[in-house]
């Protein structure tokens, strides 16, 4: 079977880098994901996520995460949690018990305490700085603007294959805010018989079509990961411009189970794969204009300025 992990932003190529090695070396799908997200998670340079991210409107870092196991359908999912490390992890522990799988604020909390998770104060004076900075612009706040959730997508050599995300949301966010990423179906999803998906960009939107979901459904009935991205993507555009006047942006990665991949976008967006046989490579995704994303691989990854 041929391995292979898909990851969200240039800020996911160190962690996609040594979660291929791992891969390589015969690691299951869950554990390559979480270590290719935490490596996001622990690095304060990146301001969405973890350590380091962006607060919301009362000056909290607060964190989201999801894990989904392709081969059980098991789930664990946190919500504005504030003061843990990693996210990802607490939400993949989750997933191993029969009920309370989605837990948030406080009830989160709790849990990471009780079960041992590393604590951690995710704000730090960089991301204080530009909250006391910005905090009372009356701006619309838009997606990407300090909020590039990290998702990873594996396929392990056994033929397992599970999503994990990772987000500190919307920056200037209102208290309690949760966006879609750790929202099954919507966030992220994984079913080791035919694919996994995960997306980022305005989770309200991004929810009104459980994209996901949506990318492994069109997988199953026969769709090939780039169709199935593009057409989850595009459908969902032009659904919300009909309805709504309008659609926020919105990124889609898939991952079929033979590791092949697909991307749907409405903006210019960067992603990361590597698989059995090739190298890690950092890719621009584009949109055409046709409804069809158009991708290319970056030598010089100076080029690309976003996360």
């Known amino acids: 079977m041929k391995w292979a992990i898909l990851s969200t932003w240039k800020m996911s190529f160190q962690g996609n880098l040594e979660a291929a090695q791992q891969l390589a070396n015969h690691a299951s799908a869950g554990d390559a ?9 622990d690095n304060p340079a990146f301001q969405s996520v ?10 909290h870092t607060v964190l989201d995460g999801g894990f989904m196991d392709g081969d059980t359908l098991r ?8 003061g843990f490390r990693s ?22 909390e709790v849990y990471a305490r009780e079960h041992g998770f590393e604590e951690r104060d995710n704000l730090t004076a960089e991301s204080l700085a530009r909250y006391q900075k910005e905090k009372n612009r009356n701006q619309e706040l838009y997606s990407y603007d ?15 294959m599970c999503a994990g995300v990772s987000t500190s949301g919307l920056f200037l966010k209102k208290k309690g805010r949760v966006g879609d990423s750790p929202v099954i179906g919507s966030g992220y999803y994984a079913d080791s018989k035919i694919g996994a998906a995960a997306a980022t960009g305005v989770g309200e939107d991004i929810m ?6 949506r990318a492994v459904m069109y997988m199953r009935n026969g769709m090939s990961p780039m169709e199935a991205a593009e057409t989850a993507v595009r459908e969902l555009k032009t659904e919300l411009e009909h309805r709504l006047g309008s659609c926020n942006s919105v990124s889609l990665i ?29 890719y621009l995704a584009s949109p055409s204009g046709d409804g069809h994303t158009t991708i290319r691989k970056i030598e010089d990854h100076s080029a690309v300025t976003q996360d």
Not at 33 to 41: P, T
Not at 89 to 95: D, E, H, Q, T, V
Not at 146 to 160: E, I, K
């Open 50 to 59: 973890g350590y380091g991210g962006l607060p919301d409107a009362e000056g």
């Open 208 to 213: 009104k079509g459980v994209l996901s979901f």
């Open 33 to 41: 994901a979480v270590h290719c997200i935490q490596n996001v998670e």
């Open 87 to 108: 996210p990802v992890a607490i939400a993949r522990s989750l997933k191993d018990t029969p009920f309370n799988n989605f837990l948030v604020g406080p009830g989160a």
């Open 146 to 160: 300090g909020h590039d959730t990290v998702c990873a997508l594996a396929l392990d050599d056994t033929g397992s």
């Open 254 to 282: 898939v991952l079929r189970n033979d590791g092949r991949f697909g991307i749907g976008t409405t903006i210019e967006f960067p992603f990361v794969y590597t698989a059995e046989g090739e190298n890690p490579a950092l």
């Open 75 to 82: 789930f664990g999912a946190v919500g504005s949690i504030e």
